[in-house]
């Protein structure tokens, strides 16, 4: 067959299933949105597929999997938590106080490794929560609306009470808020501008927990991470790189951030190293699978895994893209289920799924 025959049939096969993938992907928009309809768009579409959202879902904000079963999590802004054990084939409704509002401000999810049910949601626009149980019962936090874009948790503390956001309207960043009693009362850190000086001490603030002595503070803008054990009256800087993670993330003792280096890990809070080889311009992760050795991280180029603490990277996947309401939008709040090998995303208001091959 020569090359023009080869050029027209690879043409009629893209035509047909791009007819194919409309009408699913139009419903799936209509289920999960109301919002115009979405379409998939520069990705390998004959590897991401689309996965049935529950219908009083109105609009995805966040999407989790338990490591340990597949169990997949879905929210919606309005405070809707439902759970998959199916892989999306059929979804349960779980209580939950923790709501988004209707502001333009998504939520964070933030979970303890190894996963044993505790997870953190920091809500945009509306009233953040905690749960220990996987979320059979949740604990709401008092925050302000307009407030908590993200934050972190003493996951070393079985019963956890410290906790750091970067409030948007607490100082617009520069000045995280901090809580001894889990979310009841917040305190105004000292301001960090002082620290990175003006022009870097902007709203693009990281945050973390190392334990009840130590907290983190990072700039996405500006080399440096800082640590006080004052619970922020005064700052110092404790390691020369840039993270990118909005914070880090927690597996027993030991914290993961990523950075422009790759992925950094700390077993005292203070001095970080870049774990196993370098994956530049890190964006988010690691999302831990099995074990602490495998992980799935995020960049710029794609979503990589590593089976063996980083020692070697391999590209899956380009990160999914979608059309929605004129825009391109990044399928960049994923998720990994390693038990059935799957990555989800939330492109737009809709979800689709990947089978790493």
């Known amino acids: 067959m020569n090359s023009t025959t080869n050029m027209k049939t690879n043409a009629i096969r893209k035509q047909s299933l791009l007819s194919l ?49 597949g169990n997949l999590y879905l929210y919606g ?58 979320g059979k019962t949740w604990r709401q936090f008092d925050v302000t609306p307009h407030s908590c874009q993200w934050g972190d948790v003493d996951w070393s503390s079985p019963e956890p009470s ?35 000086g003006p022009k870097n001490g902007g709203g693009d603030t990281k945050v973390g927990i190392f334990d009840s002595n130590n907290i983190l503070a990072a700039n996405g803008n500006s080399k440096g991470i800082l640590i006080s054990h004052d619970c922020g009256t005064t700052w110092t800087k404790t390691a020369d790189f840039t993270a990118t993670g909005n914070n880090p993330i927690h597996y027993g ?24 080889t370098a994956l530049p311009n890190a964006i988010s992760g690691p999302y831990f699978g099995k074990s602490e050795g495998e992980m799935m991280v995020i960049t710029g180029r794609g979503v990589f895994i590593t089976l063996d603490a980083a020692g070697t990277w391999r590209k899956v996947s380009e990160l999914p893209k979608v059309i929605a309401n004129g825009k391109t939008v990044t399928g960049n709040r994923v998720a990994w289920d390693p038990i059935h090998n799957l990555i989800y995303a939330i492109m737009g208001q809709s979800v689709w799924r990947l089978q790493v091959k």
């Open 253 to 276: 003792t030991r914290l993961y951030w990523v950075s422009t280096q790759g992925v950094m890990t700390t077993t005292n809070g203070s001095d970080w190293n870049l774990l196993g």
């Open 162 to 196: 410290l906790m750091i956001d970067n409030s948007w309207d607490r100082g617009d960043g520069k000045q995280p808020a901090v809580s001894t009693d889990l979310g009841k009362s917040w305190t105004m850190s000292s301001p960090l501008a002082g620290v990175w």
């Open 21 to 69: 993938l409309i009408p699913v992907i139009l419903g799936i928009s209509l289920a999960c949105t109301t919002a115009s309809a979405t379409e998939l768009t520069n990705v390998d579409t004959d590897d991401w597929v689309s996965v049935s959202t529950p219908a009083n879902i109105t609009n995805c904000d966040m999407i989790a999997v338990d490591p340990t079963t």
């Open 77 to 134: 802004k309005a405070g809707e938590l439902e759970i998959s054990q199916d892989k999306g084939a059929t979804w349960t409704s779980i209580p939950c106080p923790v709501t988004g509002g209707s502001g333009g401000f998504g939520s964070a999810v933030n979970m303890a490794y190894p996963f044993t049910g505790r997870i953190a949601l920091f809500a945009g626009d509306g009233h953040s929560g905690i749960t220990l149980d996987g």
